[in-house]
């Protein structure tokens, strides 16, 4: 069984940066407030010709679109006095895959999230086979692979976002689907190329921070552990009973005793 206790923990370590990320990514993708300031951080409004009123609600629409079990995304909006759809087929047929992908990293952070608190419930709480020491040093080991992996993202979108951000459309997304027309289509005028940039390194952040917070909760857990046994799980036993010892006591020596003299 030695087998299995390295494999699945080599799964509680993979879990943990997967587990943060996805949480992160799906608490922006949910986040209303998140889109409004995009919009306007980025002049959604005056690219698109869409009021920002008509936009914010379109942004809450996305959202249940990601929830719900609907096909396809038909948000109705008014441009210029008249009732238009948002957004045109192409756009609409993206967003289905969109959908897709988010869907996946939602179950993908539900089943990290399920692994993790099993892994710390069954192995250390209801098996024993574990001490808090050894749960804060394997955790630690999570949260270093995470912020490995977070500053290798959060490096590509400072310094080559461009060629990183077409290939991740060009691994996910069919050929061309994903390429629309910054004069006529709406999904790009509302959502440009900046905003994903900034998404991502505001991801890297969010994981960072975490991982930090994360890292401290485990170095007091270390700290409380030290004296309870060392890392490799093992618990010492009990002291060995000591052999009883004889002690041959010893005869007490004969005492002379005067004789008294006869009358």
Not at 9 to 36: H, K, M, Q, S, W
Not at 83 to 103: A, Y
């Amino acid at each position: 069984m030695r087998w299995f206790s390295r494999v699945a923990t080599a799964f509680y370590i993979v879990a943990i940066p997967i587990l943060l990320i996805t949480a992160n990514v799906r608490f922006l993708a949910g986040d209303v407030r998140f889109y409004e300031r995009g919009f306007r951080a980025h002049d959604a409004a005056e690219r698109s010709g869409i009021p920002l009123p008509e936009l914010d609600r379109a942004a809450r629409e996305i959202i249940d679109y990601f929830e719900n079990d609907a096909g396809t995304l038909r948000i109705l909006v008014t441009d210029q006095g008249e009732e238009t759809s948002l957004f045109n087929q192409r756009e609409t047929g993206h967003m289905r895959d969109v959908k897709d992908l988010m869907r996946a990293v939602f179950r993908l952070n539900e089943i990290t999230l399920a692994y993790v608190l099993a892994y710390i419930a069954g192995v250390f709480l209801w098996a024993g086979a574990g001490t808090l020491r050894r749960l804060a040093l394997e955790t630690l080991a999570g949260v270093g692979l995470g912020i490995a992996v977070t500053a290798l993202v959060g490096a590509l979108a400072l310094v080559g976002f461009d060629a990183a951000w077409t290939r991740f459309h060009e691994i996910l997304f069919s050929s061309g689907s994903w390429q629309f027309n910054t004069a006529t289509d709406h999904l790009i005028q509302i959502f440009p190329e900046p905003f994903w940039e900034e998404t991502t390194v505001l991801l890297a952040v969010f994981t960072i921070a975490e991982s930090a917070a994360l890292s401290l909760l485990m170095g007091a857990c270390l700290l409380l552990g030290r004296a309870k046994g060392p890392a490799d799980g093992t618990q010492p036993g009990p002291p060995e009973p000591q052999r009883p010892v004889r002690v041959r006591a010893r005869r007490p020596r004969p005492v002379d005793i005067p004789a008294e003299p006869a009358d």
